[in-house]
């Protein structure tokens, strides 16, 4: 009885949700049909107009109320579901024609030009071709292989090995999903056949695989660097020790509790054991692709190469790499190309869409009026850090990481460079010229925690999609706690010791 009243109900909420839509689409091209009459035929300086004209209906809006319109339409149209790329740039010429007129949308091209000039943007399409052509490759399957063989005797080595496996894999790719997915496809049933605590198996997976936002050569810092006008290689060098203190982090939670209680982390039986001269045959499975990731990593830090130049660099080495372990075909090159251009182009209209709405909204005092209102809370410096970091988090449980950085961090800017971080518990202060850097690399570091975050991380998602049916949602997010807790303490690491971000830098750069 109740199955058959549902049905009916649910079928007219159906219809009423498509007639809803079909309204408010007849409505919307009635009104652009206006609008483009009023463009094409009337003199946009007179009073003249066909039936309304909404240009420039929004030019007595004093900012604040603007801010609430164009941050909560934002809002709306992303509970939608509707794509962050085309919502931003969508919402971003909508308001510049409200405030102003059709001259105004000259804004646009402005914005967009010289993002589409900046030479740092072409490492990203390079160093995403890198990472799929090395995936497809099967050089992860082989190092994890390796790294396997070699942690596995050990309480707790399978995850260890997972671990030490992202934070390569971290260095090889860049992009956060594809580690999370491809090591969650690789470790995880080997962990779940040993009978490792669901916890420690997903949490070592969804933590290791977000160092790739970390680690050089991280996507998220090229974008960083180019929003904050940051020198890249200088940016890469700070994240460095931070990717690997958490790594270390990570290691030495998994291998203690392990350690404690071995049931949570059984060691892989003696017969699937091998001896040592065994496993440094294996080493030699590993040295073309970490030469690769050395050489170009030593290229951009030593300032021999541009980081678009080592990028490609990459790409090519990436190729070689796998015919030196008989994996190239080029179907495998046909598919590595298409998904860097499926990505390349996300993150490029992310960036054409946000550079457009957030560039609108400082022009029209937004920076001044959110700087002013941070400011005016009256806290400390670190306080406001605090709470640009919690704004940070609650930002990555809703958008993805090209959004947040465009959308925020040129809000977040300005204001952090007009603080002064005197030190903490009497460790030194952050100078003057190292704050945008060490800033940049908290939000990397947040970044993680975001991901990691429920309920809404993208990790947490990921690794859903491999998961097998009995490990519900809720274990998943309870693995994620403990992790996430030890990366609050790296991010709280390197806001009391600014020297883990900023000493690496100054002693290549000077």
Same mark, same amino acid.
């Given at each position: ?218 996507? @998220?810092?090229? &974008?960083?660097?180019?929003? +904050? ?5 200088? /940016?890469? $060098? !700070?994240? =460095?020790?931070? #990717? ?35 496993? @440094?045959?294996? &080493?030699?499975?590993?040295? +073309? ?5 050395? /050489?170009? $990593? !030593?290229? =951009?830090?030593? #300032? ?207």
């Amino acid at each position: 009885m109740s199955t058959t009243t549902a049905a009916p109900s649910s079928g007219m909420a159906g219809k009423l949700g498509t007639w809803l839509m079909i309204i408010a689409t007849v409505g919307l091209a009635f009104v652009i049909c206006v609008e483009l009459i009023n463009i094409l035929f009337y003199d946009p300086w007179s009073d003249e107009r066909f039936l309304f004209k909404l240009s420039g209906s929004l030019s007595g809006v004093d900012i604040g109320p603007l801010t609430y319109l164009m941050f909560g339409s934002l809002a709306v149209a992303l509970m939608m579901g509707l794509p962050l790329a085309f919502v931003t740039g969508g919402l971003g010429v909508m308001f510049i024609y409200l405030v102003g007129d059709a001259m105004m949308l000259n804004i646009v091209p402005g914005r967009i030009f010289p993002l589409m000039a900046n030479p740092d943007i072409a490492a990203i399409p390079l160093f995403i071709f890198m990472a799929s052509m090395l995936e497809r490759a099967g050089l992860i399957e082989e190092m994890f292989s390796v790294v396997y063989k070699w942690m596995g005797g050990i309480s707790g080595g399978l995850a260890a090995a997972t671990i030490v496996a992202s934070t390569i894999l971290a260095a090889m790719v860049g992009v956060i999903g594809a580690a999370v997915v491809t090591m969650g496809i690789i470790a995880l049933p080997a962990m779940l056949k040993r009978h490792y605590d669901h916890k420690i198996a997903l949490g070592s997976i969804m933590a290791g695989g977000t160092l790739g936002i970390l680690i050089p050569p991280s996507i @998220l810092a090229i &974008l960083y660097a180019v929003v +904050a006008q940051q020198s890249v290689g200088e /940016l890469y $060098l !700070g994240s =460095l020790l931070p #990717g690997l203190m958490l790594s270390g982090l990570y290691l030495t939670y998994v291998l203690v509790r392990s350690w404690l209680n071995p049931k949570l982390g059984p060691p892989i039986p003696m017969e699937d054991r091998i001896s040592l001269t065994e496993k @440094l045959k294996l &080493l030699g499975n590993l040295i +073309a692709p970490l030469a690769l990731v050395g /050489l170009v $990593l !030593g290229l =951009l830090f030593g #300032g021999i190469a541009t980081p678009v130049e080592a990028a490609g660099i990459g790409s090519f080495g990436a190729i070689i790499v796998a015919m030196m372990h008989k994996k190239f075909s080029i179907a495998g090159l046909r598919e590595a190309s298409v998904t860097t251009a499926k990505a390349s182009a996300m993150v490029l209209w992310i960036m054409f869409g946000a550079s457009v709405f957030v560039g609108f909204y400082i022009l029209q005092g937004g920076q001044q009026f959110v700087t002013d209102a941070i400011l005016g809370t009256g806290m400390s410096a670190y306080g406001i850090l605090l709470l640009l970091m919690v704004l940070l988090v609650v930002l990555g449980m809703f958008l993805d990481w090209v959004g947040i950085l465009l959308l925020a961090v040129p809000i977040f800017i300005p204001i952090v460079k007009a603080l002064e971080f005197p030190g903490l518990f009497g460790f030194p202060p952050v100078a003057g010229d190292d704050v945008v850097l060490w800033f940049g690399v908290l939000y990397l570091v947040n970044m993680q925690m975001s991901f990691l975050s429920p309920p809404f991380g993208y990790a947490l998602f990921y690794i859903r999609g491999v998961c097998p049916p009995e490990i519900s949602m809720g274990t998943i997010f309870k693995s994620s706690l403990v992790f996430l807790a030890i990366q609050a303490f790296g991010l709280f690491m390197c806001i009391l010791i600014p020297g883990i971000v900023t000493w690496l830098p100054g002693l290549v750069y000077g």
